[in-house]
């Protein structure tokens, strides 16, 4: 019986080593590099990207027009793409659609300006 405890022991131990042995960095990290802990991990991936107006922020209004919007499953309800885009300094949000790549789709203004905007499944938001 200990004979088998050991084995199972030792193969334990072996299989808990070559996990360790993939999870090791290699190579020098960028020297501006944060942590996992400070950038959010995994998370940072699906986090919305920062290519939207900042209603705070006047000389951020025409970035939005760069995002890359990515098709995907879109869970956004219409309610929350509106409030979204209303965030992001558009008003008059209006004819909101979701296309068939999941791309919530509309008018609205931006400075007095019409313009088309669109949300897509990760909250990124675009205008043209």
Do not use: C
């Not at 006047?58 to 793409?81: D, I, R």
């Not at 008018?107 to 675009?126: C, E, M, Q, R, Y």
Request: glycine share 10%; proline share 5%; aromatic share 6%.
């Amino acid at each position: 019986m200990q004979r088998q405890l050991a084995t199972l022991a030792f193969v334990a131990f072996l299989g808990s080593s070559a996990a360790y042995a993939q999870t090791t960095v290699t190579g020098k990290p960028a020297p501006d590099a944060e942590t996992s802990a400070k950038s959010g991990g995994q998370e940072s991936l699906t986090r919305p990207n920062t290519d939207k107006p900042d209603a705070n922020n006047p000389a951020t209004t025409h970035t939005a027009t760069s995002a890359n919007l990515e098709e995907g499953a879109n869970s956004f309800t219409e309610g929350q793409t509106r409030s979204r885009l209303e965030q992001a300094g558009y008003k008059d949000v209006k004819d909101l659609k979701k296309d068939d790549k999941g791309i919530w789709r509309g008018a609205a203004s931006l400075n007095g300006k019409p313009v088309t905007v669109g949300v897509d499944f990760k909250g990124n938001v675009a205008a043209k």
